[in-house]
């Protein structure tokens, strides 16, 4: 950017820093107001980061903030100042921008802004600036934690994170152009560090207990300074070089003699430069050309070697998405110096603070205190530092925090939480591929120093490693892992050296486990295996008692005995209650949802003639659920005790199914239509390494092992070894040479043999020669074994090339589908030609009901019409429907809009189903609502259900045991009964409108409290909104949320009240979405009349009886005094509490029934009614009593409905 075309503002702010005169640096009077100007400039900057690159261009921090920093640093405002703004500017670029940009113009402004970054590293790769930093973190460490201050802690964070941000600048490896040995900036960077002595604070902080809130920028910090080291070099500095670094120095120098021999050779050959001008043109015959003649050669005969069909074409270009991933970590050897320095700041990090460090970090991880990603830097340090020790000089002590089982499930579980999201996140899978290629270093180091603690001469190591070895192995997890990484592999995403790294660890993993087998002998480790299985929809009637074949009559003539037992134990008084307990405290379904379990229980144990304990669970139920006598009163009688368990006894109470009735047969994929339920079953088996090696032997493990193999020139000698090793154990171990005839590893074999150095992989050779004399052998026997060569083949296509085609037939011929015979194909065409164009239906479903032979699959159906030439592809007969692999930004904005609209119904989830647009599983939208933080568990979605309260007369117990066994709720998974939406629908709007109305009293009594407290303005206010959207909705004739917008301050603070806003809650008024929406919103669902009602519930007393005048009639002739009037009408509530009491007791003779005056009351009451001791009952008792008598009963009666129901709801 032209320095010329800076703003004029920022011009002005950055000439106001002051000047610099030689050495130097004189500031102006009002520097500080300037620093902070210029950070309140880089608060507002746009998306193009444009003030960053103006004071970029102007090298801002080079000629005035970091003399600042060097010479000014004792004025402590201007000095914390300053390293705010320069923590600021060297922000890395990737956090500027958010990700790299793929727009041409955005990503040249995340070019500039990375090269002004490194002109800051240049900068900063000076002794001075970084002497301050180090005296100034000096002195705030040297004050106690009672001393410091926050703006302390703030001033450390910023230095640390000043430090991280000036590492974290990539070189720029055109411009520097530096060779190994030499400084580079980030050598000469470390360098300054080391001077300054910032590295003994570093080491300090990652030691000291006290300073453990900043173990997370240490280990950052760290891993930057490491960044283009290898610990395996960084151990060998200043000891010399050894024998094993001459030998393959010696190799690799002897590769190049070779192939500079043989091309000398191959000059040699080639003629002089005189020769005719016509060389003379050849005919190569066997060899066509692009007709049908032979090929004619015009150039000499030296060069027909070198002749192949692609010269002269243009290659094909390959489009991004589909090239390999490229390296991006690049390592070099730094200069001697720097390396020393290197080595000795990882050996006393080694003894004093790696253990210490580790652990606070893992504990930062573990309590999510650290931010997102970052245990990305613990697998780093990992497996530096411990690879590192392991070449130094191996002390398994000053790895002990990382060296366990825990380390190995943490590292473990990471990488497959990688795996997972590199497969689902395609935009940012290159990303997790880099995470999991660190956590796969990480668990490659934890198996190299178990497999070195092998082969140490402490017993005591070797019995860790044994015990480690024994718990991994045993794990199968642990062993699959590298079966799933290997399947997976994309070269889009993952570099070669992610791939060279699976290799060799699994190398590792292999040879550690053949090891550990011959050593135990016989070896038993965990297998699991997951099986699917159909969920069955839920049945419309409860299953019989126990599932058991007792009938009525058999039940009846049980019962004698049992009462004979039952009248003894209830006649003694010794009987304790301590001994049976009700509930299961352990178990997910809270206690007030398991009375249905303790009925059963009941029933167990009169069936199984345990009198009792049947007894005893009996009463202490009551104790435990004494609401709704639903296991009779608290002074039942022992002869209505003994009545009550006869009716339990006859019950049909509903039982749960077991898994084996839940279950159906395992089907395939392509046929499932419910949803299904995976069941793992965990269990022992006795481990063979061969059957574990076989799971190897697949060709997408081979094509990865091949695809290394082509760059065995590049690759180590170690690298080469792993991958030879582990085609000889498929291919001699196994017996499946056949397993790698292949074309493509067959012309890999044919360059490795033609190669001038081919005696330095005297192994790869070897190998090929022992492959192709094996299939030269075969191809003698078996002609077909040329064609075989242009595909991958499995382990069934190899025994067939081995043992012959068609041997494997009569092994496994029930495994194979029956042939078609040419009747059924006729009907088959028949009956697909005939329901093909029927809209509505699935024709594979009609013709498997329809086709009259043996019995077909659905996947057999469809691949015949398929072979027959009926269908194009197989995927035209996928069934129909948006199913959810991904839920995406819009879906996930539906569902939560769909959860708020209807949360407050009975069913939430089944509304849910039937309105979101992209059908999926219950299961599914269950997950993402946890997921999203809507709902805490999964019983909030469990299907409401109205109670049903038992009766108090005892004979109609047996009707309040079936209502009662209905209460609970329904679980997720089951579909609803259509007998309850039958009973829904006959109950009509009666029903609808007791949970509404019985909303409307809740907020009455919510509102007249508001009065009293002063928010009788906003309730107004919040009355005329609910009114002018009722009047809309008529008007309009549709509905839509509407957002609640306080204008006045008044209204504000009501809006921000708890109180105010359960009162919007209860009248069924929306919060505001979390991060979407500011306001509250009346929801689309609230009716007009509705609308209405809720304003009336809103109005004071006197106003109230002018919108509502029909729910409580005033007679005008009345004028009794407001006390005597409260005083007569609880006395008349009292008199019909009592009455209702004794008759719940059958201690009312018939003439009190009919002189007390509550009797039209008592039978005008619903079945349903519940009678408690509470003000308000006694409150509403008094309403009722006084509408007799004003001659009103009719609305009185509604009135009571709406209270009881209200009760019930609560």
Known sequence: MDLFMMNCELLATCSALGYLEGDTYHKEPDCLESVK??????????????VRQQLGAAQILQSDLLPILTQHHQDKPLFDAVIRLMVNLTQPALLCFGSVPKEPSFRHHFLQVLAYLQAYKEAFASEKPFGVLSETLYELLQLGWEERQEEDNLLIERILLLVRNILHVPADLDQEKRIDDDASVHDQLLWAIHLSGLDDLLLFLASSPAEQQWSLHVLEIISLMFRDQTPEQLARVGQGRVAHERSTDVAELEVLRQREMAEKRTRALQRGNRHSRFGGSYVVQGLKSIGE???????????????SSDLGKQPRRVPKRRQAARELSIQRRSALNVRLFLRDFCSEFLEN??????????DNLLREKAQQHDETYYMWALAFFMAFNRAASFRPGLVSETLSVRTFHFIEQNLTNYYEMMLTDRKEAASWARRMHLALKAYQELLATVNEMDMSPDEAVRESSRIIKNNIFYVMEYRELFLALFRKFDERCQPPSFLRDLVETTHLFLKMLERFCRSRGNMVVQNK????????????QPIASGNAPYSLGELEAVWPSLAEQLQCCAQDPELS??????????SEVPVEEQRAEAMVRIQDCLLADQAPQALTLLRSAREVWPEGDIFGS???????????????????????QGTEEQGAEEEEEEEEEEEELQVVQVSEKEFNFLDYLKRFASSTVIRAYVLLLRSYQ???????????????????????????????????????????????YKELVTFAKYILGKFFALAAVNQKAFVELLFWKNTTVVREMTEGYGSLDSGSSSRKPPMWSPEEEAQLQELYLTHKDVEGEDVVDIILAHLNTIPRTRKQVIHHLVRLGLADSVKDFQRKGTHIVLWTEDQELELQRLFEEFQDSDDVLGHIMKNITAKCSRARIVDKLLALGLVAERRELYKKRRKKLAPSSLPNREESLKDFCQEEPEEEENLPDESEEDEDKEKGSEAEEAPQDSSVLSAENLGQSLHQEGFSAPLLWLQNCLIRVADDREEDGCSQAVPLVPLTEENEEAMESEQFQQLLRKLGVRPPATGQETFWRIPAKLSPTKLRKLAASLSQPEEGEKLQPGL?????????????????????????LLLARKKKAGLVSPEEEGTDGGKEQLKAAPKKRQLLDSDEEQEEDEGRSKASELGAPEVQKKKRFQIEDEDEND
Not at 354 to 359: D, K, P, V
């Open 714 to 760: 590049q690759n180590s000698a170690h690298t080469n070894h792993c991958i030879v090793k582990m085609l000889h154990r498929l291919a001699h171990d196994l017996k499946m040479e056949a397993l790698l005839y292949q074309l493509s590893l067959f012309c890999l074999f044919n360059r490795l043999l033609s190669d001038p150095s081919s005696g330095a």
């Open 577 to 586: 209650l301590d001994s049976m307990v009700p509930f299961d405290a352990a």
């Open 634 to 656: 608290q002074d039942i009688s022992p002869e209505e005790e003994i009545q009550l368990l006869k009716q339990i006894l006859c019950a049909p109470l509903p039982r749960q």
């Open 1112 to 1136: 409580d009639p005033k007679v005008p002739g009345e004028q009794v005094p407001k006390e005597e009037h409260q005083k007569e009408h609880r006395a008349q509530a009292l008199r019909a």
């Open 293 to 307: 003649r032979d090929l004619i050669f015009h150039k000499g005969l030296h060069n027909l070697q070198n002749y």
């Open 37 to 50: 100007d210029l950070i309140r400039y880089l608060r507002h900057e746009d998306e193009t980061r444009d």
């Open 529 to 540: 295996r997951k099986k699917r299985k159909k969920k069955k929809k839920a049945l419309d």
């Open 353 to 362: 603070c790696y253990n210490r460090l580790m652990g606070s970090v893992k």
